[in-house]
């Protein structure tokens, strides 16, 4: 025999392999029969509902965290479900899930035994809060319709950024980003988000600042839900969206930022003009307003045309001959009525001399009367009035006469 080779009957027999079904079903077994039914104390965590109706959810305490589902059939039998951070008793058995080889819960009943501790902690934070009117519509501040910088706090290696990040090159790529890297989840995450928005803030070069993550469970959001967070996204002096989970989770991050957008995503949309449909809009703003113009030169045009064919324009001295001729028979009809008007005061200035003439002295005196006057040259009326020896003029048609009364004859009175 050849020195180095074995004996055929020495040959050590191996088991044959097992393939990753047979390990995770040999797993099942032993799981299911070993330990059957359970009644396992947590906080319910991520509970969702999917279309099939099933119920899917998390049990976690401090130190660890066990997948766990209701099905349908077993769901609507027990109407109220709980919500994210209550704590329960849930009854069931635990199974294999063998396509992914995990061990989860099968829940098939609930006993509630209060509000969980994360729950109670959010709903005491956001009270607090709010009564410091860190919520309120007032101090909220409208975002940058057309921003220039954004700033984002996320982590650097999450889907959120990259998701974010996609949206905004894609709908403006003309955006300047800055991105202030923090982690989002764990021991420490609330510091470095407040600290990488103070940061941004400080630095003031950005027009609107994005503070959010993917989406997850109560505790893996929790970051959002401290104190520290809030107070540095009230700080702020830049506007701030806060896109942190799903549609469905709310976070204390998003109470007090000026926006909340619902996903990351959402948030990148909100933020970021779509250039592309910017320009539609301002084609067809200066197709309108082409138009407009278009119209108001033709109409422009069209009054021009009326007014050039004119006769007056076409033949400016007729225009002017025909006002001369027009002027001359108004100054005619100007003289008529001065002469007209000049006769009629000539006659009534007539028939007026006529009457004062009437009513002259010089006019009585040429018919033989006579005017006397005493003599201080007042005239005499009544005889009475002189004395023997008084001297009187008489005032005559022509000249007068001076004489002295020799004899008085007094009138008879007359009566009243």
Do not use: C
Not at 356 to 373: E, I, K, M, N, T
Request: hydrophobic residues 45%.
């Amino acid at each position: 025999m050849r020195r180095g080779l074995r004996h055929p009957a020495r040959e050590v027999a191996k088991p044959d392999p097992l393939t990753v079904s047979e390990v995770t079903r040999r797993i099942k077994g032993l799981l299911e029969t070993g330990i059957g039914a359970v009644t396992v104390e947590g906080e319910v965590s991520g509970i969702k509902t999917s279309p099939s109706g099933h119920v899917y959810f998390s049990l976690k305490d401090e130190y660890a965290l066990l997948d766990a589902v209701v099905w349908k059939s077993a769901a609507t039998r027990m109407g109220d479900l709980p919500a994210d951070g209550e704590k329960v008793l849930a009854k069931g058995r635990l199974a294999v899930y063998e396509p992914r080889g995990r061990y989860q819960l099968v829940v098939t009943s609930f006993l509630k035994t209060g509000a969980g501790d994360l729950w109670r902690r959010f709903e005491e934070l956001k009270t607090k809060l709010a009564a410091e009117g860190l919520f309120d519509s007032e101090r909220k501040v409208p975002l940058p319709e057309s921003p220039k910088t954004v700033g984002i706090v996320t982590s650097a290696a999450g889907a959120a950024l990259r998701d974010m990040l996609k949206i905004l090159r894609r709908r403006a790529p003309n955006l300047r980003i800055v991105v202030a890297p923090a982690s989002v989840q764990g021991k420490g995450a609330a510091a470095e988000i407040a600290a990488a928005l103070a940061a941004l803030d400080d630095w003031g070069g950005a027009d609107v600042v994005v503070v959010g993550r993917g989406g997850g469970s109560l505790e893996d959001l929790w970051a959002f839900n401290e104190e520290a967070v809030a107070r540095a996204i009230a700080a702020m002096r830049t506007p701030v969206v806060s896109a942190v989970g799903h549609e469905t989770d709310f976070t204390i991050a998003d109470f007090v930022a000026d926006a909340r957008a619902a996903t990351p995503s959402e948030a990148a949309e909100r933020i970021a003009p779509d250039q592309g449909r910017l320009r539609e809009r301002i084609a067809h703003a200066a197709a309108m307003l082409t138009r407009a113009l278009s119209g108001a030169v033709r109409d422009r045009r069209t009054r021009l045309e009326g007014v050039a064919a004119r006769q007056a324009y076409r033949r400016p001295l007729d225009m002017y001959m025909t006002l001369w001729q027009r002027l001359d028979e108004a100054a005619s009809r100007l003289d008529a009525a001065a002469r007209r008007n000049l006769d009629q005061v000539g006659n009534r200035v007539e028939i007026a001399a006529a009457r004062l003439q009437g009513l002259s002295p010089l006019d009585v005196l040429s018919r033989g009367y006579a005017v006397v006057l005493d003599r201080v040259g007042n005239p005499l009326v009544d005889a009475a009035d002189a004395a023997i020896g008084d001297g009187i003029t008489a005032i005559l048609r022509r000249g007068g006469l001076t004489a002295r009364v020799d004899g008085v004859e007094p009138g008879e009175p007359e009566k009243g």
